[in-house]
């Protein structure tokens, strides 16, 4: 992601990583998950699973079956932000 009219408001950003980093930011979502929504820049929506969130394990699955198979995994707050995800 090197675009930056491909990224979020600061704000949004700003959001993003206290709500990631927030013990606490763990809702019920769809389909029964608990956890975090997120959204790309390119339309995808996805989330980060409650035990995921509880150990800082930065790991974003598909928000339904039925938008593919794929998983996208950082190494921290900071990657996951510049990769184009942010809270929904």
Same mark, same amino acid.
């Given at each position: 992601?090197?675009?930056? @009219?491909?990224? $979020?408001?600061? +704000? %949004?950003?700003? =959001?993003? /990583?206290?709500? #990631? =980093?927030?013990?606490? &930011?763990?809702?019920? =979502? @769809?389909? +029964?998950?608990?956890? #975090? @929504? #997120?959204?790309?820049? !390119?339309? *995808?929506?996805?989330?980060?699973?409650?035990?995921? #969130? &509880?150990?800082? *394990? $930065?790991?974003? /699955?598909?928000? *339904?079956?039925?938008? +593919?198979? $794929?998983? !996208?995994?950082? !190494?921290?707050? !900071?990657? %996951?932000? @510049?990769?184009? $995800?942010?809270?929904?």
């Amino acid at each position: 992601m090197n675009d930056n @009219a491909d990224m $979020w408001s600061e +704000g %949004l950003q700003e =959001l993003t /990583r206290k709500m #990631l =980093l927030d013990d606490n &930011a763990a809702f019920p =979502l @769809a389909n +029964g998950k608990v956890g #975090l @929504a #997120l959204k790309h820049v !390119d339309g *995808r929506f996805g989330y980060i699973n409650v035990f995921d #969130l &509880a150990y800082h *394990r $930065w790991h974003i /699955r598909p928000m *339904r079956e039925d938008e +593919g198979d $794929w998983e !996208d995994i950082f !190494d921290d707050v !900071d990657a %996951l932000i @510049a990769n184009g $995800w942010a809270v929904d």
